[in-house]
């Protein structure tokens, strides 16, 4: 027998958060469809004492009856396979694990989106796939610099696979690569060891398509927005979008490239018509364009009590310790970023 291992948080309260294990057949087929129906529409079977239309199914893998995997990935469509890390910063309990990984599986290759923060989370993901399918690792995409996203490559790198990511990608990796190391071996720990940051072979300039046998992906290189090298990767056979750092869920949104830029590109890609999304930070998948609503709130709120402050001829140091505080209660780990993308958002607007 297996079962659907559900988690499910507040839409209002992302700190609120609560696990369920429900039946899910005789067989993983069985468990797939029951996961989608629980996790697409929880007040058909939520309790009475939960209040139905308040909670969000975060991520829903199947395994077998009284099994918990250490580390679970969720299929959200056919062939397509993410797991949902942690929220919260990096430390030595969380082993680095905190940015959403994922893998699609064609007919003859296997893609690899986000590599995670170290080898260690780059060798159970690895695992994972091998769990599934004996097809080659072909690609490792990476959908931008930040380490808890593009470190755990080398890993595939070494296995075979072609790294690849926006053609700015190593530009910002090797800029960055002795401070990303020196820093992330200090928080996390023995765990860190045998991870170094692998550069990429080949970069995405506008589009590029990879065929992973019968089911073609469309990189997308953006402007200007979470970083100067953001990717998209658009599984076309399903519909699914992985949107990388360009999409924030639950986890404050951190700025490391231009506010303005972010917003007009949301703006921009909520005109896309797909089944579903992937975020960087968040559940394993959701729907588009709603998906964004809450980070562009909370954008379009930084832009403007950014302008204000600086009409109001404030010094940057004392307004961005309270830019943004209108959304405090609505974001996980405010305290450890909002001040840094208010002060992006303010060393960006104040020149302009």
Known sequence: MWEVLLSLCMAGDPSACRAERRPGGASYAECRLEA??????????????????????????????????????????????????????VNPQNGG???????????????????????????????????????????????????????????FQEAGATLIGHGK??????????????ALARLI????????????????????EIDLGGRVLLLEAHPVAHTDNDLSVFDAAT????????????????????LRGWIGLTQTLAGRRVARVIPGHGPVAAPWPEAAAPMRIYLDAIEAETRAAIAAGRPMLGAVAEIGESQRRRWLLFDAFNQRTATAAFQELEWE
């Not at 395994?63 to 990935?73: K, M, R």
């Not at 796939?129 to 890993?155: C, F, Y």
């Not at 990388?244 to 949104?253: A, E, K, R, S, T």
Request: aromatic share 8%; hydrophobic share 50%.
């Open 189 to 208: 720990g023995p765990a860190f060891e045998g991870t170094h940051v692998a550069l990429p072979d080949e970069g995405v300039a506008a589009t590029r």
């Open 36 to 89: 989608d129906r629980l996790s697409a529409a929880p007040g058909d079977w939520i309790a009475q004492d939960w209040i139905a239309q308040d909670w969000i199914a975060q991520d829903w893998p199947c395994a077998p009856a009284g099994e918990t995997p250490a580390f679970p990935v969720t299929e959200v469509a056919p062939g397509v396979w993410v797991h949902k890390a942690h929220q919260a910063e």
């Open 97 to 155: 694990d905190i940015a959403n990984l994922g893998f699609i599986i064609g007919r003859d290759a296997v893609a690899v989106i986000d590599a995670g923060s170290t080898a260690a989370i780059a060798r159970a993901l690895l695992a994972e796939i091998r769990a599934r399918t004996e097809l080659p690792v072909r690609w490792a995409i990476i959908t931008h610099m930040h380490p808890d996203h593009a470190l755990g490559a080398s890993v």
């Open 239 to 258: 519909g699914s979008w992985f949107l990388g750092d360009l999409l924030f869920m639950g986890h404050v949104p951190a700025l490391d490239g231009s």
């Open 169 to 182: 990608l190593e530009r910002g990796l090797a800029a960055r690569a002795e401070t990303y190391e020196t």
